[in-house]
């Protein structure tokens, strides 16, 4: 049962009733199926009722809104496409038309203040276990990873705002760590009901940083960060005037306390074993994620053969036994980037292209594989003639090449080898 709430006997205005049925539904149809989509077996469903969702969404882009060429596109790392705004559209138009219809269906009943609980239920377990996941993502290097050679090697000028954002971000473990911590702490706080209201607060402190950092680094996340940020303030709502009474007018406040009471005790802790698991699980589940992508491609993975920056020395084409100088700045090499399976190519005409590579060490051969046109493979010799001089030659594409080449590893770069200082006579703000 559901212990009596103090709103629960107040009659509503016609207004306020309609309002909240607008909120409930809208945050219903954004929320849902997560995190259900996540269980094994239901995501089956809920696949359906996605597919079921995105129709409707392509219907309503391409009739009501008159986007003639609306498609989803998938995996592009954006939530911010056009077809997640019209999703929102959608969303608006779904929940005037549920709303409507639960309005004069249960226009008799005094308020919808159960309906609201379990709403702000809901809500908790949607933002809670995404903060929580973030926050160990940042974590485990599962976000804002240390500096690539790409990176370091790029003019300054020519990052973008969110490349610029991710830089500073994961420059420093430590404070990357710092910011996980508040977004794990806060999602953990709105997993349980005696630390929702806390969990709530310190959300929004966190989320309203997100959202301030997405939008003004162009981060394609503005929806979503912005929808986390608003359903925190949603389950905030109900005890804001007391929290407001509290912290500016210096009132003695109780919290209103709403929440599922069983009557037999061995239903109390099945509930708080069940959930415990369950919290402890997911966690568990989110953590061995993370140290897999240390083990794979973070700081425990073992080091990369010939991972570093080259910087090209001399570029030459083989014509008939004979080396040729190259003079094209569109095909000559100005730098190599070579981080494990990736690698990079920059031009004298200062265009990038883009590789997955395979490093035969015994062998001493470089596959390139174009990252536009998979069919494009070119396998290269490598020669180590020093710690710091490279040599590559073979058939590149269309072309025999032979190339030098002088290596910079991680230390060589004064963002990485700057360390930190107690002491600093002059700022070193170069």
Wanted: hydrophobic share 45%; with cysteine.
């Amino acid at each position: 049962m559901i212990t009596t709430h103090p709103l629960t006997e107040k009659q509503w205005s016609p207004a306020r009733k309609f309002f909240t049925l607008f909120l409930i539904f809208y945050l219903f149809f954004y929320m849902f199926p997560f995190p259900f989509s996540q269980i094994p077996g239901v995501n089956i469903l809920t696949d359906w009722y996605e597919d079921a969702v995105n129709i409707i969404n392509l219907w309503v882009g391409k009739n009501i809104l008159q986007i003639k060429n609306l498609q989803q596109i998938l995996n592009t790392g954006s939530g911010d496409t056009t077809f997640d705004y019209v999703r929102l559209f959608t969303y608006v138009l779904l929940a005037l038309l549920a709303s409507i219809i639960f309005f004069f269906i249960t226009r008799k009943r005094i308020n919808y203040d159960r309906l609201y609980y379990w709403l702000i239920v809901y809500a908790r377990y949607y933002v809670g276990p995404y903060l929580v996941i973030y926050g160990i993502f940042k974590l485990v290097e599962g976000q804002f990873a240390f500096h690539d050679y790409g990176r370091l090697e790029e003019n300054f000028g020519d990052a973008t705002p969110m490349g610029l954002l991710w830089t500073f971000m994961g420059h420093s473990k430590i404070y990357g760590g710092f910011t996980g911590i508040m977004e794990a702490g806060a999602g953990f706080l709105l997993l349980f009901h005696n630390t929702k209201t806390l969990g709530a607060l310190l959300s929004v402190a966190v989320m309203s940083n997100v959202v301030l950092m997405n939008f003004c680094f162009d981060v394609p996340v503005k929806l979503f960060s912005s929808h986390l940020l608003i359903i925190s303030i949603i389950i905030l709502l109900p005890n804001l005037r007391k929290l407001y009474n509290f912290f500016i007018l210096n009132k003695t406040e109780t919290l209103d306390h709403c929440k599922l009471v069983f009557e037999n005790k061995w239903k109390v802790r099945a509930r708080s074993i069940g959930k415990t698991l369950l919290v402890l699980g997911f966690t568990a589940d989110i953590i061995l994620m993370g140290v897999d992508y240390m083990r794979t491609n973070g700081s425990l993975a073992p080091e990369a053969p010939l991972k570093g920056s080259y910087h090209t020395t001399a570029f030459y084409t083989s014509e008939n036994d004979s080396l040729k100088k190259i003079e094209d700045k569109n095909i000559l090499w100005n730098r190599l980037h070579i981080s494990g399976n990736f690698g990079s190519i920059r031009t004298e005409a200062d265009s990038t292209s883009y590789y997955t590579l395979k490093i035969d060490t015994i062998k001493n051969t470089i596959e390139f594989k174009s990252y536009k046109d998979t069919a494009q493979v070119s396998v290269l010799h490598y020669e180590e003639k020093t710690p710091k001089t490279f040599l590559l030659k073979g058939k590149f594409g269309q072309q025999d090449i032979q190339a030098e080449f002088t290596k910079k590893t991680l230390k060589d770069y004064r963002l990485v080898n700057t360390g930190f200082h107690w002491i600093q006579e002059y700022p070193n703000n170069r």
